[in-house]
């Protein structure tokens, strides 16, 4: 089963969420992909045994060939392809390797080179567990290469969670496709349910089961649950906010090991989404 952690926005305590369920699992893997800031490995300290370069393909033109038809610039959605007047221009921090300008070149005037866009670091954290997270190298503009890589080593895995990217962009939408279920993250002030809305219409859009777990329960406001009763969203777990936690946290330590509150609080989020059995 493959369930996704996300949130409308950062800071709602989605990555704690998944290093501390991660961490109630008897048996799973964690992929953190959230590649332009991962931050899972920081709270799970485990070995670096393997680590992989995530390369892309971008566009090269061979002017000798091209004949400034415009086709492949017409292409590409993400401007990284332009016919200008005398030769046409490639940017390849723009590309998002689709392919597509090559398959209609007229000329075959386009071939692809390769570049390094990030990592993959593999580490195992004990029996039966293993953690990946994705790293973006500094500039490139899109990780979904990196995540779609990271899904794919880890697509056989019988428990897999997945630490999304916040927010619903094309990175938040590579992280949960394919899952079977969905975790919001979520806090309980204006800002906060604003953005997890946005979450829950990308997930009736991509039409996949979700519930949510309302972080800092005892600050805010009540909105939050009235809109959930409301629209008929299951809240899986309220966790309150408490400054031993923030202190925990900030030293890069897990909640559970600290907390039987916050562990007796992912046990029934597991039992909520995955049965008595892997709690
Ligand atoms: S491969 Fe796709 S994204 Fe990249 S330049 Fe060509 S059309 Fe644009
Ligand atoms: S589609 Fe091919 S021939 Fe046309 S402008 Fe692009 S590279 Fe040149």
């Known amino acids: 089963m493959k369930i996704a952690i996300l949130s409308g926005k950062g800071g709602t305590g989605k990555t704690t969420l998944s290093v501390n369920l991660f961490s109630c699992l008897k048996k799973a893997t964690l992929i ?42 017409d292409f590409c959605n993400f401007n990284a392809i332009i016919p200008a007047k005398k030769k046409v221009l490639v940017f390849d921090d723009l590309c998002h390797d689709c392919g597509g300008c090559r398959l209609v070149c007229p000329t075959n005037a386009i071939s692809y ?8 670091y593999y580490q195992s954290i004990e029996e039966n567990k293993q953690f990946l997270y994705g790293k973006l190298t500094v500039g490139e503009i899109s990780g979904v290469k990196i995540i779609e890589h990271l899904k794919n080593i880890t697509k056989k895995e019988e428990i ?16 949960i496709e394919g899952a079977d279920y969905c975790i919001i993250a979520a806090e309980p002030t204006p800002f906060g349910l604003s953005d997890m ?3 829950v219409e990308l997930l009736r859009e991509e039409k996949v089961n979700y519930g949510v777990v309302v972080n800092k329960s005892n600050l805010g406001n009540n909105d939050i649950y009235e809109y959930l009763e ?37 046990k029934n989020i597991i039992k909520k989404v995955l049965g008595d059995t892997y709690a």
């Open 32 to 73: 953190d992909t959230d590649v332009e800031e991962p931050n899972s490995h920081l709270f799970l300290k485990g070995t670096t045994y393997h680590d992989e370069i995530v390369y892309k393909k971008y566009p090269v033109v061979n002017h000798d060939l091209c004949t400034l038809c415009g086709k492949c610039g």
């Open 113 to 120: 080179k390769d570049k390094k866009i990030g990592n993959i």
């Open 160 to 175: 897999l969670l997945i630490d999304s990217p916040p927010g619903t962009s094309c990175s938040t939408v590579a992280a």
């Open 197 to 199: 809305r946005m979450v």
């Open 230 to 266: 409301k629209e008929g969203i299951e809240l899986l777990e309220s966790i309150e906010f408490r400054e031993e936690f923030a202190r925990i946290i900030a030293r890069g330590e897990l909640l559970v090991d600290h907390s039987d509150y916050v562990k007796d609080k992912m």
